[in-house]
């Protein structure tokens, strides 16, 4: 993996996830729904970790307050294509502004997974993924990318063979070359199963909770498409 800047996606804290803006009415986010027992606010621009590893967080114009009563989730335990949360930040209490507006107004196109090909498509995880020695301590949970081949579509699970780390858990399973995310990075699995794995955007209750928002994300549109 190598450092990244990717304007869509944040870290989430304290639980130390990723988040990313998608294209729906009030500019909200996914993320993994593992990450939503405690998740307060989404972080961007994250500058690099101190020497000793400490997570370093960008000025107060950076952060943003999650907003509780917008969270939608589902979280399966071992059924890992069971893994979403859906949810929405308040505006920025230093510049006013929305995380879609200040980041650029960019956010990923949620579509479903293409089918399995040879050869291989490219997926790329973005995220805010730990690290460990001999790795830089200052990279650890900051935003770093990484690609590989996309090997295997089961029911709502994704598989691609993609470095990740804890901290990547909610980052978008990106179809590279494009602004499409096809599901929710979730699971580490390479020991087992030949690949991670992920939440595929299939998920029967996802398109639910996207048509039906809740909190700030119900609010007037104007954040994402």
């Known amino acids: 993996r190598l450092p990244s800047t990717d304007p869509r996606s944040g870290?989430?804290?304290?639980?130390?996830?990723?988040?990313?803006?998608?294209q729906d009415c009030a500019g909200c986010f996914l993320t993994a729904g593992h990450c939503t027992g405690n998740i307060q606010v989404i972080q961007f621009n994250v500058p690099l970790s101190s020497g000793g590893g400490t997570?370093?967080?960008?000025?107060?114009?950076?952060?943003?307050?999650?907003?509780?009563?917008?969270?939608?989730?589902?979280?399966?335990?071992?059924?890992?294509?069971?893994?979403?949360a859906y949810f929405g930040c308040f505006a920025n209490s230093t510049t006013g502004l929305a995380p879609y507006d200040a980041q650029g107004s960019v956010a990923f196109d949620l579509v479903n997974p293409p089918s399995v090909g040879s050869p291989a498509q490219t997926i790329r995880i973005t995220g805010c993924g730990s690290t460990s020695s001999p790795v830089s301590p200052t990279w650890y949970l900051v935003q770093k990318t990484h690609t590989g081949p996309y090997f295997d579509l089961s029911g709502d699970v994704i598989q691609y063979t993609v470095d990740t780390t804890g901290g990547n858990s909610g980052?978008?399973?990106?179809?590279?070359?494009?602004?499409?995310?096809i599901g929710i990075h979730t699971s580490a699995g390479c020991n087992s199963v030949g690949g991670n794995q992920g939440c595929a955007s299939t998920n029967a209750d996802l398109p639910v909770a996207l048509a039906?928002?809740?909190?700030?994300?119900?609010?007037?549109?104007?954040g994402g498409g």
């Open 171 to 181: 980052s978008p399973v990106i179809l590279e070359g494009s602004n499409n995310a």
């Open 55 to 84: 997570p370093q967080s960008p000025p107060p114009s950076d952060q943003y307050a999650i907003d509780s009563a917008s969270i939608q989730e589902q979280s399966g335990g071992t059924f890992i294509g069971n893994d979403w």
């Open 212 to 222: 039906n928002p809740l909190g700030i994300c119900a609010g007037p549109c104007g």
């Open 11 to 22: 870290r989430l804290l304290p639980v130390g996830c990723t988040g990313w803006l998608i």
